[in-house]
């Protein structure tokens, strides 16, 4: 069983669906992210939630809307999205970020293509 | 603003040794993390940075410089399993990691 475990690996969808990828972390970490990475491009940090709670929002357009049940699980709905959001998606987890050395574990993300 | 400089892309031989760099920029600092990234895969931990040094971990190593705002990653006895993306990321202030874009190794037989 995997540390951080991302569905699904691979989503086409077209720019009026709706789907959600799902990430669940068995690590028993307090802090989960979602994260986009685009080619050639840095990490870009898109959500974080603490103890369940949502802790950062880097003005992420409205049609990426995250949910975080648990400190288990976290969700990423998607709703109209653009071809630009065609990306990978990568979801991690950690144990409370405010302490620097501890590292953020990573899913092995979703590619998304947006049609 | 907040920055991470890394090289794009490095090639290397394999069994020779190869230096990966890293310069930054951020708004207060720490520690800095070092990750390998295959391709289709996920990123995965090597190293972490808050003091000054060499931090040594088997056939990889991290350097730190505070002053210089630079780190470096140094990869010997390089081997074809190798071949990946190395990924810079600082924690600033707020302890949010800023990412630098990636370094793609390529290794040659």
């Known amino acids: 069983e995997t540390g951080v475990t991302q569905t699904p690996r691979h989503l086409v969808m077209g720019m009026t669906n709706k789907k959600s990828l799902k990430c669940e972390q068995h690590?028993?970490?307090?802090?989960m992210y979602w994260y986009k990475q685009s080619a050639k491009k840095p990490l870009e940090l898109m959500f974080v939630?603490?103890?369940?709670?949502?802790?950062e929002n880097n003005s992420v357009p409205s049609r990426f809307s995250p949910e975080c049940p648990n400190s288990s699980h976290l969700f990423l709905h998607l709703h109209t999205l653009q071809p630009e959001d065609s990306a990978l998606y990568l979801c991690?987890?950690?144990?409370?970020?405010?302490?620097?050395?501890?590292?953020?574990?990573f899913g092995q993300g979703t590619r998304l293509t947006v049609v | 603003g907040q920055n991470i400089d890394q090289p794009t892309e490095m090639t290397a031989t394999e069994g020779a040794i190869v230096q990966i760099n890293c310069t930054y920029q951020?708004?207060?600092?720490?520690?800095l993390f070092w990750y390998q990234q295959h391709a289709g895969e996920a990123p995965t931990f090597l190293s972490y940075?808050?003091l000054d040094g060499l931090e040594e971990k088997g056939r990889f190593s991290s350097f730190l410089s505070r002053s210089k705002g630079y780190s470096y990653l140094l990869l010997k006895e390089l081997q074809m399993k190798d071949s990946a993306s190395y990924l810079c990321?600082?924690?600033?202030?707020?302890?949010?990691?800023?990412w630098g874009a990636g370094t793609k190794l390529i290794i040659k037989p």
């Open positions: 939630y603490s103890l369940e709670e949502r802790v």
């Open positions: 991690a987890s950690s144990q409370d970020p405010s302490s620097g050395v501890n590292e953020a574990f």
């Open positions: 951020t708004s207060g600092f720490n520690g």
């Open positions: 990321a600082v924690k600033d202030s707020n302890y949010q990691l800023i």
């Open positions: 940075n808050v």
């Open positions: 690590l028993g970490h307090n802090a």
